[in-house]
């Protein structure tokens, strides 16, 4: 195994209808060493991989890519697996119900005997074999779900090397966000072997600390532009957050604000409407902060900083195992969201299918919250009720053929608006949002920071839990940035700046 | 139908509609939202045509007033059986306990009478059959909702334990003995021939009716059955909403029970499995009329009438007792496959 057999990539780029997501990415990657790939959300690290995975074309005139002697055809998942690239992701796709050695075998073919009985023996040693080869004492027999978290990473890697003899390229997206220090270390050595093997490794990370103990080279992208690229050792930490922020903050962050000053006084004033303290759960190990009426909070940081799960607290997914949440100065338990809506609390979750009922019309969704305001001697008045309807699509210039149709009928960026309008109907005290703006266009990005912007001028205090720091830096007055569960910076709305948000939530003091 | 979560996140399947595919997708809204009058009263056409085709075809035996009040008196306890289905449904959720509840509370409210020598009050009798048939929602609804299991196993088990329960009660046998008149008055009372099931029937379904069309409570259990989190979410217990259509679910199917029993004036063991694959029939078959895409009153009427002059239609033209069955699975199968080609969007 020589270099030869690693991976070259010339000129490759992508667009999706005429925006510029990745420019001219050249990278190589020789067998036996590990590439970072560096960069923050929209970057152009994730569309760099689903072009190796043959997921997305490319632009006319990217490539060649190249494994070895092997040249890739693109958008096309066999030629990448013949040409010997394979892929673990964050997921890993591992069966948490089935064993180790079933987990390894699945999709490929079993060993059988004459009587097409799978030969358990001949299968338990080869796996134990192919887990050795990589340092791992796991029993093949162990179920993976009660395996830890970096085992499973590692049980993930060896099914993807084991794939075939000809595998040249390992992907690895992000396999550390979820691990601590010392599991890190874990999976490192056995990212040794896999180096010792002669396989490249294709390294996404967001953990900047770690890189310099695994990687040889580093290729940092900022909006889709390599702005980076060189020995691990020339880019010292500070560097990389520089370069991973951009030099400038870019051109959505400053978006001209409607003239708030009138209600920039009230501004945080007065008693708390949401009160953290302590949180702990899943990634969260201490939340702690709170808000007042009129304040746009943003919540922001990496994967595994914790802002997922505090959202999957904040609105009833998950339970708390310490921590207490007041709400307008009163006690309560997220986990009993019906009080928790009643006291006034509003909430639109990031997945999309749970933001609208998709088969109910429009109407229906508008008003699912206030519903009881239409009541007249028992009965729904439908008439005042599709008044309000209308009155909330023209107010929020939700665009649909009318208070009739399907919800499904809208597009994603109208949808979100009417989520978010359903809430307001109700005119909560505290709204929060998961990644408001998630896939939605620049205009409806506009549209929806319009509405956010209007309902806490009115009093409520939003809170906005974000991983896109572009989103909360042009609306938020305050953000929060997390970093291992705990809120580790506080910016207000005069200091706002993408690079300061950046390293905060990469810890620039490393 | 599938359970992601624990929670039990549930989808009936035919008239929810497949979210995937459909994401981010252009904003082009057109119509295609609303169901068009063809779509909304194809099924009335379909029962019209059923009619003309009958009367032609039998014109001295079907259009007459006997015959049709057979045609009603006979789909009126399905009717109520699937009136009271129509809230798991709507919700997202199956209930396929129902005919083992209904099966059950013909031999209870027989055996009732029979263990107390007919010396039990009617309404007594009636009385704790209906609680009974609440308690077995209560267990249905506690363990799709707390305990998380999938509503078709939890439901397909707990309607086997009440099935055992009614053999248990009425030892596998037909309960004959001491059934007192006054029940048998009230089961064969009539007007102008109609018999009382039709009468209670048409109450249920203007109850079911009022509450899902015009009260937040039936809102409630469409939104949880079109988005269980996005319901939650909004404020509203869906967990609550889920118990209280189960135990809606089988009180109609005890209420079907009882008038059973009151007008055949005995408890035969096993009647309610016959019930079953009717009462989703013609709930399924409704929820593609006049509300297209959702379990609606109107439609099951509809549906209900589709079904009964089906059958009774082709029984007069000679074909034997095989075609009920026959028809009400191949009416489920249709509803199923329209509604599923529902323009999507």
Known sequence: MTDEQGLVANRVSKSFYGNRVLHDLDLTIPGGTVHALLGHNGSGKSTFIKILAGFYMPDKGSGPVTVGSHELEFGNPDSTYEAGITFVHQSLGLVPTLSVLEN??????????????????????????????????????????????????????????????????????EPTAALTDHEVKKLFSTLERV??????????????????????????????????????????????????????DSPTVT?????????????????????????????????????????????VGLLGSGILDLARVLTGRLKLEAGSVELDGEPVDPFKFARMTNRGLGAVVGQRPDRVAMSLTVQENLTLEVLPDFMRHGILNRRAETRSAVEAIERFNIRC???????????????????????LQAEPKVLVLEEPCHGVDASGREEIGAMLRTAAAEGTLVLVIDSDLDEVVGLCNRVLVFRDGKVVGQFQEEELSRSQLLDASYGSNN | MTTKTAGGDVTTGAPQMNDKGKRGRAGLSTSAG???????YAGVGVLVVLIILFTLLKPGVFPTYNNIVGILANSAILGILAVGLLAPLSAGVFDISIGSVMTLAVVLCTWLFQTTNGSMPVPVAILITLLVAVGI???NATLVVREGIDPFIATIGTGSVVVGMSQLIGNGTTIATDIPSSFTNFGRWQLEKLPIAVFILAGLCLLAWYVLEYTPFGRHI???????EATRLSGIRTTRIIAIAFVCSAVGAAIAGVLYAARLGSGPPGIGAGYLIGAYSAAFLGSTIIRPGRFNVGG??????????????????????????????????????IGRKRPAR
Do not use: C
């Open chain 1, 401 to 423: 053929a009318g208070p009739a149709v399907e919800m499904a009928t809208l597009s994603g960026g109208n949808q979100q608006k009417s989520a978010i309008a359903k809430v």
């Open chain 2, 137 to 139: 929602g209560i267990v």
């Open chain 1, 104 to 173: 390894l075998r699945l999709g490929k073919s079993w060993t059988t005997n004459f009587m097409k009985k799978i030969s358990w023996g001949k299968e338990r040693r080869l796996a134990r074999e192919s887990l050795e080869r990589f340092g791992l004492g796991t029993h093949p027999d162990t179920m993976v779900g009660e395996l830890s978290t970096v085992e499973q990473t590692e049980v993930a890697i060896v099914r993807a090397l084991s794939e075939g003899d000809h595998i040249r390229i390992l992907v690895l997206d």
């Open chain 1, 195 to 248: 180096k010792e093997r002669g396989v490249g490794v294709l390294y996404v990370t967001h953990r900047l600390e770690e890189i310099r103990q695994i990687a040889d080279e580093v290729t940092v992208l900022s909006d889709g532009r390599t702005v980076g690229h060189g020995p691990v050792d020339d880019f010292p930490q500070e560097r990389l957050v520089r370069l991973i922020a951009g030099t400038t």
């Open chain 2, 222 to 228: 469409y939104a949880t059955g079109a988005s269980r």
């Open chain 2, 34 to 40: 609303k169901p068009s009058l063809i779509q909304r």
């Open chain 2, 300 to 337: 099951l009427i509809v549906a209900l009438l589709i079904i009964g002059i089906g059958i009774n239609g082709l029984q007069l033209a000679g074909l034997p007792f095989w075609v009920t069955e026959t028809f009400q699975g191949a009416a489920l199968l249709v509803a199923v496959l």
């Open chain 1, 255 to 299: 978006a001209p604000r409607p003239d708030s000053s009138p209600v920039a006084a009230a501004v945080g004033t007065g008693a708390p409407l949401l009160k953290v303290k302590g949180l702990r759960v899943g990634e969260l190990v201490d939340g702690e902060f709170e808000g007042r009426a009129g304040e746009i909070v943003g919540a």
